[in-house]
């Protein structure tokens, strides 16, 4: 169900889980439906060439297969996304958008839409296209055979053969292997936007902008396990990518040097012991 924090009237009207929440927001009691077994997050800023495509493709993938529900969070889209997704809404039951009044970034919109999700367990997919929601099965399935146990938080999907220009591939190799050698996190391919993680885990997480470049690093440092499963990638079709070498080389290295600190002030506890009282 959706977080709780922010007990506003916007979230009332999202989930009216509260009786005078729902009140207040001028909202009529209903019964609410249960919760989904997942959701689907999609951060998506300025793609309403690609993004009912992918919604669809999303819906044919998981329907009678995962009971889901896909939230869209249009990160202050300045083209049709926002009235080509309203339009969408009365054919997809399963789909909710929320939307930013501003652009605040990827991580921004990551959070926004995990904290609305009823789910439990969240799949997240870049709105661009390029992530193939069939590997959502895939990943799906790899938190099965990998164990639910209290340690598991995390799966990554890991672009084995990337469909994008020379530059963005050596740049994002070049950026994986320096990640990887300060934060040891083990995971080759940190900037899939295909991700299966527990709700409750991620937010409890700390959270920062573009920190979604930095999942597996957080788990980890959270003391849960961080598995990687090679998935799809395909060509971008339609629209334009919104990120470069230059507008992420140095913000990297910022928040580089900052989930450094993180990782090196953590220390979690080996075990807790609760004491029962003696007679």
Same mark, same amino acid.
Request: hydrophobic share 45%; with cysteine; proline share 7%.
């Given at each position: ?34 919760? %989904? ?20 493709? #999303? ?6 297969r995962i ?5 869209? #969070? ?54 661009? &296209?390029?992530?193939? %929601? ?45 990640? &990887?050698?300060l934060l ?21 997480? %700390? ?23 090679? #998935?799809?990638?395909? %060509? ?17 290295? #910022?928040?580089?040097?900052g989930v ?20």
């Amino acid at each position: 169900m959706a977080d709780s924090a922010e007990p506003d009237a916007w979230q009332a009207r999202l989930d009216p889980a509260e009786p005078a929440a729902a009140a207040a927001a001028g909202v009529l009691a209903s019964p609410i439906p249960p919760p %989904p077994a997942l959701s689907v997050v999609i951060p998506a800023h300025n793609e309403s060439e690609s993004i009912l495509e992918l919604l669809d493709e #999303v819906s044919r993938v998981l329907t009678g297969r995962i009971d889901f529900e896909a939230i869209v #969070v249009d990160d202050g889209s300045t083209d049709a996304m926002d009235q080509r997704l309203a339009a969408a809404l009365p054919a997809r039951p399963w789909l909710r958008v929320l939307r930013h009044r501003r652009q605040s970034g990827q991580s921004a919109a990551l959070l926004t839409g995990v904290r609305a999700a009823r789910a439990p367990w969240i799949a997240t997919l870049d709105g661009d &296209g390029q992530n193939d %929601p069939a590997d959502i099965v895939k990943l799906w399935a790899a938190r099965h055979e990998t164990g639910e146990d209290a340690g598991f938080g995390l799966i990554a999907g890991y672009r084995a053969k990337r469909r994008d220009s020379l530059a963005k591939k050596l740049s994002s190799r070049i950026a994986n292997r320096v990640r &990887g050698a300060l934060l040891a996190d083990h995971t080759p391919d940190t900037g899939c936007g295909l991700k299966l993680f527990e709700r409750q885990a991620f937010l409890d997480l %700390p959270h920062f902008d573009h920190v979604h470049r930095f999942l597996p690093a957080l788990f980890l440092r959270a003391g849960r396990r961080v598995v990687s499963v090679p #998935v799809n990638h395909r %060509p971008r079709l339609r629209g334009r990518s919104h990120y470069g070498v230059g507008n992420r080389l140095w913000v990297g290295i #910022v928040d580089l040097l900052g989930v450094m600190w993180l990782k090196r002030r953590s220390r979690l506890p080996e075990g807790v012991d609760e004491l029962a009282g003696k007679d």
